[in-house]
């Protein structure tokens, strides 16, 4: 009798160790898979968020940044994106400026994988897919998908509550390790708190005139397809916002940066920086709470029955048919808008204007696909490609 | 897509019914269900079959902090039980208020209200000071039914009550809705329905001689006093305090860490020896069947996730016209809270608040009337984390629906009170000061 249980114990032993290797080793690598980023003509500099806080070096928080020199002088702006990393149009957007960009006035600063932790993190109770591919005329590019927060591996414990700083307001406890809620970030803080104080340092020290913090946000959420901007930058916003409307044709309403909700890059840059803050917002059918599966494929093109049934109920705060929501419309959007803010501001201050070229806007995005800027890994110098 | 959703989401329900009729436990029969839905969603590669471990161990961390915090409290509220601090802390305070009842159950009240409400969690509240107030409401002739009954509702306002509201916090934060602001809308609600709560089912007294017999049968430690029983309450509690008073220069322990400690100064200040390792080996067996809930719960959620049956019910709960949905979120929000405990909030809560934002309702109030309801889904099966603690601290050995059944009274005043918050939100706004 006592053997026989102790056959059963080790029968099941066996049966849940194979189950937890099968199910655990598929997250290992997703942890340490990394993503190949082809530097363009326009990239004169690579650099480390450690470069401005060094007790970030040798971290997971550590970050790549992509600096983009024009010949001339003139102003700054600072692109971040993956601040999110379930909200992946962001960091395509800004994987084709890396590219395609050439800076001829003034210089870019690019981070993909802002919250790199939270890149190489996982939601668990979501049922993500661990990666997601684009399509290219040259095969697929996988991207690793990943979550809204850091990984507890990188950062815990949480607290039973957050107090965000300087401002001691209280906060759900895993904002503390989400990077939209730690701005303007601590010095001596936990990891997140650092890797904003570090961007803040990279604002401060450079001088940097511009930073547009890319995101994207549920159809049935009202700040979802539009520009957050504070009281100062509000200017440049509503006139990107009408510009893109009327030469490309798409929404991009504008919302007011809220002064009572700390924590967020476009409030809390403006208030402890001279920088400008943007935050874009375009719609992603996949985070929405009522879908179907969370798969790829709704990833890719937001398209889903439920979302469309509850449009018609007159639900959701986009437009939504058929044709769901792509990635390329997402993509195109933030690219526009990007451009439209960096060019209405270097028309008011020309002085400090930035003048990009060769990035691809909202029309081409949704006539040629996201894969269409990616350049095949295997036939570009090794040198030119940055694991991250 | 609405079909194949439905057929899974069958199988899931069917398979825990099977599951149950073949007597398994609530566990193993959730887990079964969780197997059905991954395999039948695998038909339609949601999830695709090769991801279907993977999907389950991810799922099993969802709760991993709840777990943690679940067994690191009541190891520390063991260890004080060992040293024979409950027996000294029940029998102090019945001999020293029983002459003044009302204010004894109002005292408890607060004793339970005060951990969930700095914590957010209903359970740190039954695991920290569950089981000396059952006591002492034994020893205050509350009858043995309405015991779990009270701490039931208690702990589920406390976890309702501010500073720190779980469902609110994830509610803002999927709304982006700042956090602020709700002190009097869940202060207020709290403190009164917790008192309406301890009248309703507190105020009959058993005979006097149940005093007396209660009392002969308490065995005292010798050496056990005030000091040895409260400084590991108060290193807890200054834990907790202190890191709201000096966010900035004290280090973030997290409640395990900090139950953890406060265990350590329950065992050296005892008055007998102590092996800890028996008595932690005793907790996990205590808790390990609600533990294990924690965890499948975790996979079951990731299986609806990913196989679509998740979005499925937010959806059947957003296409609900809005009269017949005020009728049926007292129904709605608890069941949520029961199958999904916190992810209720998530799945049904965030696109919910948007809708009746839109429409007009103010934010704040419907979150706060929304958090008065879910707490009573805690004692709902198959997870029931709130009834089945209650129960367990308690000591209450008879049928669990004999708990929801005596506190049908309380459940009712709170549904109310949290669907008239809701309704009248534009009214109540004046509550709101941030």
Not at chain 2, 26 to 40: C, M, P
């Amino acid at each position: 009798m006592k053997n026989k249980l102790f056959r059963f114990k080790i029968v099941w032993g066996i049966i849940f160790a194979i189950f937890i290797l099968a199910g655990g080793y598929p997250l290992y690598r997703h942890r340490h898979y990394s993503v190949q980023l082809i530097c363009g003509p326009g990239v004169t500099e690579i650099k480390k968020l450690s470069d401005y806080f060094p007790p970030l070096k040798d971290t997971m928080a550590d970050t790549t940044i992509f600096v983009l020199q024009g010949k001339e002088p003139g102003g700054k702006a600072l692109i971040l994106a993956n601040t999110h990393s379930n909200e992946p149009e962001g960091m395509l957007a800004v994987t084709i400026m890396i590219e395609k960009a050439v800076v001829e006035k003034g210089t870019l600063y690019l981070i993909p994988f802002f919250n790199h932790s939270g890149g190489v993190n996982t939601r668990p109770g979501e049922g993500y897919p661990l990666y997601f591919s684009i399509p290219t005329p040259w095969g697929k590019k996988t991207f690793r998908m990943g979550n809204r927060d850091a990984s507890p591996l990188d950062q815990w414990p949480d607290p039973d509550v957050y107090i965000h700083y300087p401002e001691k307001q209280m906060l759900s406890y895993l904002d503390i390790r989400n990077t939209n809620r730690t701005w303007p970030g601590r010095k001596n803080g936990l990891p997140m708190e650092q890797v904003t104080y570090a961007a803040m340092e990279l604002l401060r020290k450079e001088k940097v005139d511009l930073a547009i913090d890319l995101h994207g946000a549920e159809t049935m959420f009202p700040v979802t397809n539009c520009i957050v901007a504070p009281e100062k930058s509000m200017r440049i916003a509503t006139l990107a916002s009408l510009t893109v409307k009327s030469m490309e044709g798409f929404e991009n309403h504008l919302e007011s940066s809220p002064s009572k909700f700390r924590g967020l890059s476009h409030r809390e840059i403006g208030d402890y920086s001279d920088t400008l803050p943007f935050l874009l917002e375009c719609p992603i059918p996949f985070l929405d709470q009522p879908t179907g599966p969370k798969t790829e494929k709704l990833l890719l093109d937001g398209k889903d029955s439920f979302l469309l049934s509850l449009a018609k109920k007159k639900k959701l705060f986009v437009p939504y048919d058929q044709s769901g929501w792509p990635i390329e419309k997402r993509v195109g959007q933030h690219l526009s808008v990007i451009l439209e803010i960096i060019k209405q501001y270097s028309r008011k201050m020309p002085a400090r204007a930035i003048v990009i070229k060769d990035v691809p806007r909202y029309p081409e995005l949704v006539k040629n696909g996201v894969g269409y800027y990616f350049s095949d890994p295997t036939k570009v110098d090794p040198k030119k490609i940055v694991n991250q | 897509m609405l079909v194949q959703t439905l057929f899974i989401s069958l199988i899931i329900i069917l398979a825990f019914v099977v599951a149950k009729w073949k007597k398994l436990s609530v566990e193993l029969s959730l887990f079964t269900a969780t197997l059905a839905g991954a395999l039948s969603g695998a038909i339609f590669a949601t999830p695709p079959l090769v991801e279907i471990p993977r999907q389950l161990v991810e799922g099993s961390f969802t709760y991993l902090d709840v777990v943690l915090v679940f067994f690191t409290a009541t190891l520390f509220i063991a260890i004080i039980q060992e040293s024979g601090g409950i027996d000294f802390a029940v029998r102090s305070t019945v001999v020293y208020f029983s002459r003044q009842r009302f204010l004894a159950l109002f005292l408890l009240m607060i004793i339970v209200l005060i951990p969930g409400a700095l914590t957010g969690a209903g359970s740190v509240s039954l695991l920290v000071v569950g089981a000396p107030v059952a006591l002492a409401l034994r020893g205050l002739g509350v009858s043995d039914n309405k015991i779990p009954a009270i701490l039931f509702i208690l702990a589920g306002l406390a976890a309702a009550a501010p500073p720190v509201n779980i469902w609110a916090m994830i509610l803002c934060a999927g709304t982006a809705i700042p956090y602020v602001g709700f002190e009097l809308p869940l202060g207020l609600p709290v403190i009164i329905l917790g008192t309406i709560t301890i009248l309703i089912l507190g105020r009959r007294q058993q005979e006097r001689g149940q005093l007396d017999e209660f009392l002969s049968k308490i065995k005292l430690t010798p050496g056990m006093n005030w000091f040895r029983l409260l400084i590991p309450f108060v290193v807890f509690f200054a834990l907790v305090i202190i890191y709201r008073l000096f966010p900035f220069s004290f280090p973030i322990l997290g409640l395990p860490l900090e139950f953890l400690i406060a265990s350590l100064a329950a065992y050296f200040l005892s008055p007998k020896k102590l092996n800890l390792i028996k008595i932690a080996s005793s907790t996990v067996e205590k808790l390990l069947p609600l533990l294990a809930t924690m965890v499948i719960v975790g996979m079951l959620q990731q299986i609806m996730a990913a196989s679509g049956v998740k979005g499925l019910i937010s959806y059947a709960v957003l296409i609900i016209p809005l009269g017949l949905l005020f009728f049926l979120l007292p129904f709605i929000i608890p069941i949520s809270e029961g199958v999904l405990t916190y992810g209720g909030a998530a799945i049904i809560g965030i696109p919910l608040v948007w809708y009746l934002n839109s429409l007009g309702y103010h934010a704040t109030i419907v979150i706060s009337g929304l958090s008065l309801l879910w707490p009573l889904g805690d004692g709902l099966p198959p997870t029931a984390l709130i009834g089945r603690l209650s129960a367990i601290v308690s000591g209450y050995e008879g049928n669990y629906w004999r708990i929801l059944k005596e506190a049908w009274l309380p459940w009712i005043i709170i549904t109310v009170t949290g669907i008239l918050m809701i309704l009248f939100s534009s009214k109540l706004s004046f509550l709101v000061i941030s």
